[in-house]
């Protein structure tokens, strides 16, 4: 796969969360711990669920968007997301009363457009064949300079909000020794080890990346930045990205265990796991976790390991067709 | 539709939990509270979701079966159930040391006795073309005198069992003002009405139940016990009992407050609103709460509505014919 690298920037502290916004009613909600002991002798692994398909909007991307709208006197918001991040990100801006624009490919779902539009966001569709999103936001950008462009995972805020999870999963009665979690653009993962760092507890953080869209594996293994030359089409759709954020990869470098690459089949056998051994939907990326303890079982053995499932919103045709017998 | 009276003794006095049992670290997990919002935008109605789909074994049979088991000196329980509390039961008595006999039909789906198997309980398997369950649960309590024959429902210890569900739900920091729950023989109803006399604030407890097997809403109406002559083929195979028990029926007759008859198709339609709205995977039984709010929303309206979805264990076969798109 073709790669190139990029300078690093040095790291930058994290913003902290304003106190004030989160007691707001409508912060976001604890994640839902499942114990799923058909699914840990399944595979063999003390290992509990951490969802976040209760979170708001669905996924745990509205912890990150909520922090970010909290903190920001912005009356606006701008950014890129055919997926949670946008959903997240109209939710909490209507929350806030601030005016949020979700740039969208014109060939969306229809079922993501009408989600970001129920949450009161404003859809801009761009014709990605002729335009690049990017391209876009940057114009809108031009013409709203009172607005904020949100990344959804290289911002401080996005990931001190997303850092919440770890907080809950350190408080927690008997804590996990080991937290497995999604690699995308590294924001949920880069908060999960900003929280372990601050745990009085030693708590550690896998990723799960898809083996067939393993930047942030080969970055580790590079000691730098590893960048896809296109977005790779994993099932896993939350984690196609290019490449893992500067101000993530500043916490990642030294702070994440290791990496799991997980083979396509492996999310797919995931999806289905969660669906008979644990009662639970959820999305192909939200199955990456169990997916990554399916790959590599000896990394986990003889540790307490919670698995995040960080989002259950899929497409009716996608998951029936992962969970129908026979597929 | 046939029916037939039978007579209804004094009501029997619940027996109480047993405390010490239930301090064991395998007893029944709270149920998990999940707030809906897309869902009640849908349906217009202040409505949230009490899901026992994460229960032990995946449904709230377990509390049942635990609080039977923690308060019977019988060292084996014998039980006909081809569901849930078939499952519930092998599990509840493996955590005891105690022998499990299942009595199913011989064409009992592979997926629900390798459930039962794998909980621990042993499976009699018997041909219901040449003898009745109700029969050979006889012939093997003549067998084996030391054995208590377990009711799912109609069982003082059974009611007691799932009145836990109830008491959680008066607990919450906001209660709700009614709790809607599906409806077969009636355990989990009455176990609701239990927990609702003893809470300090008023809960009122809805019933619902499919049209095609409504001797419940018939026995309100008639007010006498209305009997089924066949088991009723609705989807919600969890309430495929010809009657309300006995125990049940003299705490519902003057406890509940009404059942709302739902036709099959607003059964189908709640499992697929509580997937692509809820996030959630719900059997068809698990769903007749939101087939009743879609089924008579006025009687909801104004109300802080609790609905519980009562489990989760539903075959991908079955699911997925539900939840494809154009189903």
């Known amino acids: 796969m073709p790669e190139s690298s990029i300078t690093v920037p040095e790291p930058t502290t994290a913003a902290p969360m304003d106190r004030a916004a989160t007691r707001a009613t409508d912060s976001p909600r604890p994640t839902t711990i499942v114990e799923a002991p058909r699914l840990a002798a399944h595979l063999g692994i003390e290992v509990f669920l951490a969802t976040e398909t209760f ?10 968007a909520f922090n970010l709208v909290a903190n920001i006197p912005h009356p606006h918001v701008i950014t890129a997301s055919s997926g949670n991040f946008g959903q ?119 990723g799960a990346e898809p083996l067939m869209a393993n930047d942030a594996a080969r970055s580790l293994r590079a000691g730098h930045i590893v960048v896809n030359e296109v977005e790779p089409q994993t099932i896993a759709d939350g984690t196609r990205t290019l490449s893992v954020g500067q101000h993530n990869w500043a916490i990642l470098r030294d702070g994440i ?56 919103n899929v497409d009716p045709a996608v998951y029936t067709a992962l969970v129908a017998p026979g597929s």
Request: proline share 5%; glycine share 10%; charged share 20%.
């Open 88 to 206: 997240a990100m109209a939710y909490a801006c209507k929350l806030f009363g601030k005016r949020c624009t979700i740039v969208m490919p014109a060939n969306s779902a229809r079922v993501k457009v009408d989600a970001v539009l129920s949450y009161g966001g404003r859809v801009d569709l761009v014709d990605t064949t002729k335009v690049k999103r990017s391209a876009r936001v940057a114009q809108l950008a031009a013409e709203h300079p009172e607005a904020y462009i949100a990344s959804a995972y290289d911002d401080p805020y996005v990931i001190a909000g997303n850092a919440t999870l770890g907080d809950e999963l350190a408080a927690l009665e008997t804590p996990p020794d080991a937290v497995v979690v999604p690699v995308g653009g590294g924001g949920l993962s880069s908060g999960l080890v900003q929280a372990a760092q601050r745990a009085t507890r030693r708590m550690s953080v896998i």
């Open 55 to 64: 979170q708001r909007t669905g996924s745990f991307k509205f912890r990150a």
């Open 257 to 312: 265990e290791t990496i799991v690459e997980v083979p396509e089949d492996a999310i797919r056998e995931g999806v289905r796991l969660l669906f008979s051994l644990a009662n639970l939907k959820a999305e192909p990326t939200g199955a990456l976790g169990v997916g990554a303890l399916l790959t590599a079982p000896d990394l986990f053995a003889d540790r307490r390991v919670c698995c995040v499932v960080t989002g259950g």
